[in-house]
Structures are given as C-alpha cells and as structure tokens.
C-alpha cells in the first residue's frame, strides 16, 4: 500500500531528529519526497511558503515548546490533507481538529503509511 505515495510530495514536521530521519527515509524507500523535515513550527511554515506543492503532511503536534497548530491551520486554508502523528492526548488534539486522523506513536511505518493514504485525493 505504501507504495502509492509513489512521487507524493510529503511534508515531515517532526522534532525527534531521529523519528524524522527514520520517516523520511521510509517515505523515500517508498518513491516519496520528503519535504522537510522540519522541526519547529517556524521552519516547517518557512517550508511551507517556498513550496509550490506539496500533497499532504505528518505533523508531530509537540514542537519542543510549541503546538503545530499553526503549520495545521496554514495546510488546512490550502487545502493540504495532514495527519497527526503524536503521543499527545487525543481528545485535546480532537477539539481543534476532530475529523483529522491521529497515529499514536510508536507507529509502525505501513500504519502511518495507510492513514496518510486514507487523506489523500
């Protein structure tokens, strides 16, 4: 299944160094570019203004001392699916954004993969 993110233009806002090169590099194994990684909210809207396409994103909500909200509302008012991968508590992510898919981490790669899919047009 993974592989139909095949040249999909994936956004990666993550601040785990290690998490972000692991997702990145399985989106890569999979044909995916990885736009990104960005750590902070500051550099993935950074990202996002320079970008002229990107088909969706996974957002880690806990930024260090910042929530991704932001970077969420930015995709969002362009029309870029996103999902959540995080250990955050889900009812408090579910009263921003109630419809938007969570992945509680650890997640497995094909999971991910699968919801991140699920988001797609």
Request: negative net charge.
């Amino acid at each position: 299944m993974a592989s139909t993110l095949q040249d999909r233009h994936i956004m990666v806002v993550e601040d785990n160094f290690l998490v972000a090169e692991l997702l990145s590099w399985e989106l890569v194994e999979v044909g995916a570019f990885v736009v990104g990684p960005s750590p902070s909210v500051e550099s993935a809207m950074a990202e996002l203004n320079c970008r002229a396409y990107i088909d969706a994103a996974i957002l880690d909500v806990n930024l260090g001392a910042d929530l991704v909200f932001p970077v969420a509302d930015a995709l969002a008012k362009r029309r870029i699916p996103f999902i959540f991968a995080t250990g955050f508590d889900d009812a408090f992510i579910r009263l921003h954004y109630p419809k938007t898919p969570i992945c509680k981490k650890p997640c497995e790669f094909l999971v991910m993969s699968s919801v991140l899919l699920a988001v797609l047009p």
